[in-house]
T-cell receptor
Framework: DTGVSQDPRHKITKRGQNVTFRCDPI?????LYWYRQTLGQGPEFLTY????????KSRLLSDRFSAERPKGSFSTLEIQRTEQGDSAMYLC??????????????FGSGTRLTVV | AQSVSQHNHHVILSEAASLELGCNYSYGGTVNLFWYVQYPGQHLQLLLK??????LVKGIKGFEAEFIKSKFSFNLRKPSVQWSDTAEYFC??????????????FGTGTKLQVIP
């Protein structure tokens, strides 16, 4: 499978615990994005990387959230001290940027986080 | 900042009816525009995209969209829907800012239900 892979598919955690999600993008893609989606809403931007550099973080991303993309390949998104409001689908997408253009995202299946 | 409005939250159509889903964006400069679709239980998939050139773009499964710059609109159309088109549809915009195209901003989505 050469698509975007996310692991795990589902995560149930107790409030206050830390969780980490992984995303493996399409190997030829140099950009990787994290979005969050809640019921009835469209995907909300969290952060993105070009290669290993994190270029932008949303104001939605509190200090409890951190993302990394070591070596410009896979990425991890960690949420510390989870809260019930963190319950959502966390989406990863990758794309290829050439010059000024970004040619559209390929999304993974997402990680559904439930904080109880 | 770029934003996207989808005014129809839930649309119900009978098979063979024509479809038009509205999308308006708010950015006066150069934009890339997208429609994504999410079928029940599946991940987001790119339906079609506009970068430049002919403002009428054709996508997969008989969908098309027309970019009307003067109206800041990018409405999605299909002449005759099928039951298999039941899904949630997201309009999205990517603006060409000073550093080039950055992140994509999504609308809140329109749920389409097609009745056999």
């Amino acid at each position: 499978d050469t698509g975007v892979s996310q692991d795990p598919r589902h995560k149930i955690t107790k409030r206050g615990q830390n969780v980490t999600f992984r995303c493996d993008p399409i190997s030829e893609h140099n950009r990787l994005y994290w979005y969050r989606q809640t019921l009835g809403q469209g995907p909300e931007f969290l952060t993105y990387f070009q290669n290993e550099a994190q270029l932008e973080k949303s104001r939605l991303l509190s200090d409890r959230f951190s993302a990394e993309r070591p070596k410009g390949s896979f990425s991890t998104l960690e949420i510390q001290r989870t809260e019930q409001g963190d319950s959502a689908m966390y989406l990863c997408a990758s794309s290829q940027r050439t010059g000024r253009h970004d040619y559209g995202y390929t999304f993974g299946s997402g990680t559904r986080l439930t904080v109880v | 900042a770029q934003s996207v409005s989808q005014h129809n939250h839930h649309v119900i159509l009978s098979e063979a009816a024509s479809l038009e889903l509205g999308c308006n964006y708010s950015y006066g400069g150069t934009v890339n525009l997208f429609w994504y679709v999410q079928y029940p239980g599946q991940h987001l998939q790119l339906l079609l995209k506009y970068f430049s050139g002919d403002p009428l773009v054709k996508g997969i499964k008989g969908f098309e969209a027309e970019f009307i710059k003067s109206k800041f609109s990018f409405n999605l159309r299909k002449p005759s829907v099928q039951w298999s088109d039941t899904a949630e549809y997201f309009c999205a915009v990517n603006a060409d800012l000073s550093g080039g195209y950055q992140k994509v901003t999504f609308g809140t989505g329109t749920k389409l239900q097609v009745i056999p």
